[in-house]
């Protein structure tokens, strides 16, 4: 494209014979790109509110509050309850905070495809605490328990279950001397 000459703009109404070809030329040129940009523009305005309506944008938002009582850990989850509606098919045991993969795009409403996401904590079973999934904050077996009520109840568990959280606080206490 050629460029653009000072004086030989399409907004004068002087003609300039000998420029004139070139004028209109340019003029022509402007015009499409301007056609282009005009047809454009709407479309590309358009596509996000097609994909997502104001309900389901909504639903992206996370605005459940999550904070460990143990760690301290807080975060904003999208879902507290037993079978998120994002993550097809999973049915948690208990009530679950549960946040979306941040970094995955929002998928296209046609897609049963199930997204990714994070169960992040749950209330202990016992003294209904939030706790997180820290090795360091709950235990789990059948239930989530806060690892002080895991240790006071643990001579009443099946012996699995004890063997399971003995570990864990084992675990736990390696990685302190570390
Ligand atoms: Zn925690
Ligand atoms: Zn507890």
Same mark, same amino acid.
Not at 82 to 99: C, H, N, S, W
């Given at each position: 494209?050629?460029?653009?000459?000072?004086?030989?703009?399409? @907004?004068?109404?002087?003609?300039?014979?000998?420029?004139?070809?070139?004028?209109?030329?340019?003029?022509?040129?402007?015009?499409?790109?301007?056609?282009? =940009?005009?047809?454009? /523009?709407?479309?590309?305005?358009?596509?996000?509110? *097609?994909?997502?309506?104001?309900?389901? *944008?909504?639903?992206?938002?996370?605005?459940?509050?999550?904070?460990?009582?143990?760690?301290?850990?807080?975060? /904003?989850?999208?879902?507290? @309850?037993?079978?998120?509606?994002? =993550?097809?098919?999973?049915?948690?045991?208990?009530?679950?905070?549960?946040?979306?993969?941040?970094?995955?795009?929002?998928?296209?409403?046609?897609?049963?495809?199930?997204?990714?996401?994070?169960?992040? @904590?749950?209330?202990?079973?016992?003294?209904?605490?939030?706790?997180?999934?820290?090795?360091?904050?709950?235990?789990?077996?059948?239930?989530?328990?806060?690892?002080?009520? @895991?240790?006071?109840?643990?001579?009443?568990?099946?012996?699995?279950?004890?063997?399971?959280?003995?570990?864990?606080?084992?675990? /736990?206490?390696?990685?302190?001397?570390?």
């Amino acid at each position: 494209m050629e460029a653009e000459q000072p004086g030989t703009s399409s @907004g004068s109404s002087v003609s300039v014979n000998i420029d004139n070809d070139l004028a209109d030329e340019d003029f022509l040129l402007n015009d499409e790109a301007a056609e282009i =940009a005009r047809l454009q /523009l709407p479309e590309e305005n358009q596509q996000p509110q *097609e994909k997502l309506d104001p309900q389901e *944008e909504d639903e992206r938002i996370a605005k459940i509050d999550f904070r460990c009582s143990a760690c301290d850990m807080h975060e /904003l989850v999208h879902y507290f @309850g037993r079978q998120p509606p994002f =993550a097809l098919g999973i049915k948690y045991r208990e009530d679950t905070f549960v946040m979306r993969d941040p970094f995955q795009p929002p998928p296209s409403r046609w897609q049963s495809k199930p997204e990714f996401y994070v169960a992040m @904590g749950a209330n202990c079973s016992s003294c209904s605490k939030v706790v997180c999934k820290d090795a360091a904050c709950s235990f789990y077996y059948t239930r989530t328990v806060c690892l002080p009520c @895991g240790k006071a109840e643990l001579k009443d568990w099946p012996v699995e279950a004890q063997a399971r959280l003995r570990k864990q606080i084992a675990a /736990l206490d390696g990685d302190k001397d570390k």
